[in-house]
């Protein structure tokens, strides 16, 4: 972490990353990002309607791919870690995480 950056959020739980697992997440959220933007200026410049559904389809897909991504790799390593710990409180925990993605 560099000097003047604050973590997200202090009083929760944290997941260390391998390093080519987060730099493929954090490359498909900066592809996200600039999907984002690329509709931002679409509408400013009053592009057809249909064009920028289109392009919000397209950043709702690239959302869900990296949804699927992280949710297996929690899976594989937070989940399967806890379980093995007896920590069987973390099945509830994906439990509600599965049905707020699944809205």
Do not use: W
Not at 57 to 68: D, E, G, K, P, T
């Amino acid at each position: 972490m560099e000097y003047n950056e604050q973590p997200v959020c202090p009083n929760c739980k944290h997941t260390q990353r391998d390093e080519d697992q987060k730099k493929l997440l954090q490359n498909r959220l900066r592809r996200i990002e600039g999907q984002v933007r690329g509709l931002q200026s679409m509408l400013e410049q009053d592009a057809y309607c249909n064009d920028i559904l289109i392009q919000s389809a397209a950043v709702s897909a690239a959302l869900s791919a990296f949804n699927r991504e992280l949710l297996e790799n929690h899976i594989r390593n937070c989940v399967a870690r806890d379980i093995r710990e007896g920590k069987d409180e973390v099945i509830d925990e994906l439990m509600g995480t599965l049905k707020k993605l699944m809205k």
